[in-house]
């Protein structure tokens, strides 16, 4: 049995079964242990391949928003570039290299990371060699100058909670132990969802709902800073549009999606993101709007990411690996539809580029 399985089972043999949001807390985060701990999952070799993975136009349409929010917010001197959850780097390599070659905004981002996995930090290091970087556990000191905060990825990874509906009483779901069989089980806990709504209320018996507070805490601190400091954050990441019942907890694995309780911090277990919450959580802070989410297929063509793709494969030799880059970017069927992509900032902005 792994380290971060029996380390789990005794947490429960002695205090009982735990919520959904502590089973993947430790899974993920678990210091030394979890999944984030212990290897870098991205590409062909790993678990699973994000956008900036994919394709360097990613970044060079994240680098033409930045410029554009730069502008927005007032071209200040200095402003902190902070990534949430960066992997390996590649995206802010990516925005740097176009950064540095638009002469107005060069020399002016100060990168800031965001990210806990001692492995993955060192892919960064690599990655960004020759920046200057600070890196960062939490949201907690970030610096008080302008700020552009930019997550691809990160908040599905962060803990959900989930809430079974069982003759109109929303009741939380959790982890429990099996011993003889060794292994881990949905059970239901004593908890229950103190908040009603009209979707809440007309959902049928034994639907899942979830909430991710984790999610919501750090969206807020986000605005105030934003609130604070003058900023904007573009969030990109699989999930809905508007808050809705539905089970999207899932495990992945080798590119398969494979149960989420088997295999404790060997499996990436994320979770769709609810954007209509972090929306409404940003604007309960005052001075801050949001922006309408938009399919990331919308957003990257806004940018112009078909021009940039042509441009690219001018030469015959680039021309296949291109085309089939923009197409995982952009189809319905890949990536194009799925995720969505927000922005929140100063609602004296009126608009951004790519909404
Ligand atoms: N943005 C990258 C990686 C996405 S994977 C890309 O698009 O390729 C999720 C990233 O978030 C990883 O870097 C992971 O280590 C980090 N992460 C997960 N939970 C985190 C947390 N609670 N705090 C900070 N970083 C976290």
Not at 161 to 167: D, G, L, N, S
Not at 280 to 293: E, L, N, Q, Y
């Amino acid at each position: 049995m792994s380290k971060l399985k029996e380390i789990i089972a005794a947490k429960i043999g002695s205090n009982g079964p735990i919520n959904i949001a502590e089973f993947m807390g430790d899974a993920l985060g678990y210091p030394e242990l979890g999944y984030y701990h212990t290897r870098d999952p991205f590409g062909s070799g790993g678990d699973f391949i994000t956008a900036p993975e994919i394709s360097q136009m990613f970044g060079e349409m994240i680098a033409i928003f930045i410029v554009d929010a730069w502008d927005k917010i007032g071209k200040p001197e200095e402003f902190a570039l902070i990534e949430m959850g960066p992997g390996r780097g590649t995206l802010m390599f990516d925005v740097m290299r176009i950064l540095s070659s638009v002469p107005d905004i060069k020399g002016r981002a100060k990168i800031h990371l965001i990210e806990t996995s001692p492995i993955l930090r060192k892919s960064q290091k690599v990655t960004l060699d020759g920046h200057d970087i600070i890196w960062h556990n939490d949201f907690e000191n970030l610096p008080e100058i302008p700020s552009i905060f930019i997550g691809n990825e990160f908040f599905d990874a962060l803990p959900i909670q989930q809430f079974r509906k069982i003759q109109d009483k929303w009741q939380e779901l959790g982890v429990k132990y099996n011993r003889f069989e060794e292994k881990f089980e949905f059970t239901l806990l004593p908890t229950t969802l103190p908040k009603s709504s009209k979707l809440l209320d007309e959902a049928e018996d034994l639907s899942v709902f979830a909430i991710s507070p984790i999610s919501i805490d750090i969206m807020q601190k986000i605005a105030k800073h934003i609130a604070l400091n003058k900023g904007v954050c573009l969030v990109i990441d699989y999930g809905h549009v508007k808050t809705d019942i539905g089970d999207t907890l899932q495990a992945v694995k080798d590119h398969k999606y494979v149960p989420v309780l088997n295999d404790v911090g060997e499996v990436d277990i994320t979770a769709h993101v609810d954007f209509e919450a972090l929306q409404k959580s940003a604007k309960i802070v005052d001075g801050i709007s949001a922006s309408v989410t938009v399919n990331q297929a919308e957003f990257l063509q806004k940018l112009g990411i078909v021009y940039r793709a042509n441009d690219l494969s001018k030469d015959p030799d680039n021309y296949a690996t291109i085309h089939s880059q923009l197409k995982r970017l952009l189809d319905e069927g890949e990536m194009g539809k799925l995720f969505k992509v927000m922005a929140i900032y100063n609602d004296d902005i009126e608009s951004l580029v790519g909404f």
